[in-house]
């Protein structure tokens, strides 16, 4: 079965990924604004985005102005690299793709974090508690 994305300035969610999560699960996993980027591979090419924000059961993520992947489809299964560029802190989780949006100004997709161990679980919780909510200053400014 294919799965449609949205349509320019709409945002698409299924039901069904909404309802996985408990609503008592979302409330307990409040989101964190986070300078961090993530890295999904697939056979030919990396690619390396923005994290928008994260909680500890999933991550908003900015895809900037290039092409939409071959792997962005909702339900999809993706391996992630969560990481801070400034500490090199990092983490390899699985997750979910359960909305996509795109408008005039930016492309984003989110996705639920699957296979949560509480190892993994534990360094999410360091990457949000060591990460700031904006990037380092330039250089010399």
């Known amino acids: 079965m294919q799965t449609e994305l949205a349509q320019p300035g709409q945002t698409t ?7 996985e999560i408990p609503e ?6 409040p989101r964190v604004e986070i300078y961090a980027q993530i890295k999904v591979a697939d056979a030919s090419t990396d690619y390396i985005m ?7 059961s999933g991550i908003l993520v900015d895809m900037g102005k290039g092409p939409r992947p071959r792997w962005l489809k909702l ?9 801070l560029p400034e500490t090199g802190a990092a983490v390899d989780i699985a997750g979910n793709i359960v909305r996509y949006n ?6 984003s997709f989110a996705a ?9 679980g534990a360094k999410l919780e360091h990457l949000m508690e060591v990460g700031c ?3 380092p200053p330039l250089p010399g400014g």
């Open 13 to 19: 969610e299924p039901v069904s990924a909404r309802s």
């Open 24 to 29: 008592s699960e979302r409330r307990r996993a």
């Open 50 to 56: 923005n994290v928008v924000n994260m909680s500890r």
């Open 75 to 83: 339900e999809t299964d993706i391996d992630l690299n969560i990481f």
């Open 102 to 107: 795109e408008d005039l100004r930016s492309k």
């Open 112 to 120: 639920r974090f699957i296979h949560l161990t509480p190892e993994v």
């Open 133 to 135: 909510a904006k990037p």
